[in-house]
């Protein structure tokens, strides 16, 4: 079984990581908590077609995503017919997503490109993966153009390969700043790896799923991006932001 990586990141080292990291734990206690975990893994997809799904999701509604993801499956049984096709056709069977003009060609090139890769006619299936270290695995897809550090979590933790890799989607990101687990400024691609070197050496795949399902969770149901419940929020008291926004306005003077 995988486990998280030791963390020796330059962010471990920073003055403030220690009580961060404490943080974190006592934010994913309260949270997994709330909404019920261990949650149960939603996907059975083998790591390539997992990929493919995470390019959809983009941006996008699970909803619509799902439903673009099952029409281009319904349209091109095999990868490589995906590859292959006018990109025009794969852009109708994906049109539920947003973008799909963007996304079509991307998810092209992402077959093409792992095709080369494996040296085989067919986009080889990405079970190798599970060979590697975390780290080593995450690099491999990234290096591929159009795959970001959400995606590569995404198809190694999500999928059958059940790695221990953290995506931080949009609710993450959101919470984890206003808790202060981030700094303000750092945005959704950077922050993968400062929240992921808070996570406990050794966690395994369902810890690191765990983790990202309570902080999204959390998001989709108190922390809304407009008008966040802080009130009814469970972790307030650990959130600055919160406080700031909760806190009694001063009296004025008579
Ligand atoms: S206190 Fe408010 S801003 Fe902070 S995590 Fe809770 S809902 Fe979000």
């Known amino acids: 079984m995988k486990s998280t990586a030791a963390t020796t990141s330059p962010e471990a080292l920073t003055a403030d990581f220690a009580p961060r990291q404490a943080k974190a734990l006592r934010v994913h206690e309260q949270l997994c908590a709330e909404y019920g975990a261990p949650f149960r893994f939603f996907s059975t997809k083998d790591p390539l077609s997992e990929l493919v799904s995470a390019l959809l ?129 750092v945005g959704e691609g950077p922050a993968h790896k400062l929240l992921e070197a808070l996570l406990p050496p050794g966690w395994d795949a369902q810890q690191v799923y765990d983790h990202h399902e309570a902080f999204m969770f959390h998001g989709q149901k108190c922390c809304y991006f407009s008008t966040p419940a802080c009130s009814r929020c469970v972790v307030l008291r650990e959130c600055p932001f919160g406080q700031a926004r909760v806190a009694p306005s001063p009296i004025s003077p008579a």
């Open 57 to 185: 999701s983009h941006r996008t509604k699970n909803a619509e995503s799902h439903r673009a993801y099952q029409e281009l499956r319904a349209t091109f049984p095999r990868w490589e017919d995906v590859r292959d096709a006018p990109t025009e056709a794969v852009q109708q069977a994906i049109r539920a997503c947003t973008w799909p003009e963007q996304k079509a060609p991307r998810i092209q090139a992402v077959l093409r490109e792992i095709s080369a890769r494996c040296g085989t006619d067919a986009p080889c299936a990405l079970d190798f993966l599970a060979e590697m270290p975390v780290a080593e695995a995450r690099a491999w897809l990234e290096s591929i153009s159009g795959v970001g550090p959400k995606t590569s979590a995404a198809t190694l933790l999500f999928s059958t390969l059940r790695i221990p890799a953290m995506p931080v989607d949009s609710h993450h990101h959101r919470v984890a700043q206003r808790l202060a687990l981030i700094g303000p400024k």
